[in-house]
T-cell receptor, first 111, second 114 residues
């Protein structure tokens, strides 16, 4: 089955700096790669996703890149703000199968 | 407006006393999932329903059961909660079982076992 690895487990940046979180996956059949932000005491919220036919997607300060050959994808947050502090999960989903999560990255943005 | 609603947000139960967590959705999605999330860990899939078709993960303990009486509601039953079952339980829905469909999560129910 699918195995998703996520790095780093914790990340601390200064406000205004960029943050990058990286994930790798094992199942070449995976074709959907969402990123979730989870704030304390809440359920995960989708912030951006990418499908296998696209190499990059951007939404304001957030971007995701996908390298299908290398089986890795990354989340990029630019101009970070304190409210970006949360745990971020990547996930990979093979067609007709269940989504598997990475272990999560705790992002802290220092004012 | 919340689309996936979990009740209660916080549940305290006694060791060994059956407990039921509920999830409802306004999205009319075919698929409903239950995840267990322990502190500082990723959500772990317990099982899911595709319509009325129940799919259990191989490593989900028998202590965990689920019911889906209709499209909108899904319940997680823990028959004899142990201390190790204390966790956040997340319900999610998606329109299709196919992998490239967004999953919507509820806010979760935090279960404490005393």
């Amino acid at each position: 089955g699918e195995n998703v690895e996520q790095h780093p487990s914790t990340l601390s940046v200064q406000e205004g700096d960029s943050a990058v979180i990286k994930c790798t996956y094992s199942d070449s059949a995976s074709n959907y790669f969402p990123w979730y932000k989870q704030e304390l005491g809440k359920g995960p919220q989708l912030i951006i996703d990418i499908r296998s036919n696209v190499g990059e997607k951007k939404d304001q300060r957030i971007a995701v890149t996908l390298n299908k050959t290398a089986k890795h994808f990354s989340l990029h947050i630019t101009e970070t703000q304190p409210e970006d502090s949360a745990v971020y999960f990547c996930a990979a989903s093979p067609f007709n199968n269940d989504m598997r999560f990475g272990a999560g990255t705790r992002l802290t943005v220092k004012p | 407006d919340a689309m996936v609603i979990q009740n209660p947000r916080y549940q305290v139960t006694q060791f060994g006393k059956p407990v039921t967590l509920s999830c409802s959705q306004t999205l009319n999605h075919n698929v409903m999932y239950w995840y267990q999330q322990k502190s500082s860990q990723a959500p772990k899939l317990l099982f899911h329903y595709y319509d009325k078709d129940f799919n259990n993960e191989a490593d989900t303990p028998d202590n965990f059961q689920s019911r889906r009486p209709n499209t909108s509601f899904c319940f997680l039953d823990i028959r004899s909660p142990g201390l190790g079952d204390a966790a956040m339980y997340l319900c999610a829905t998606s329109a299709l079982k196919s992998g490239d469909t967004e999953a919507f999560f509820g806010q979760g129910t935090r279960l404490t076992v005393v």
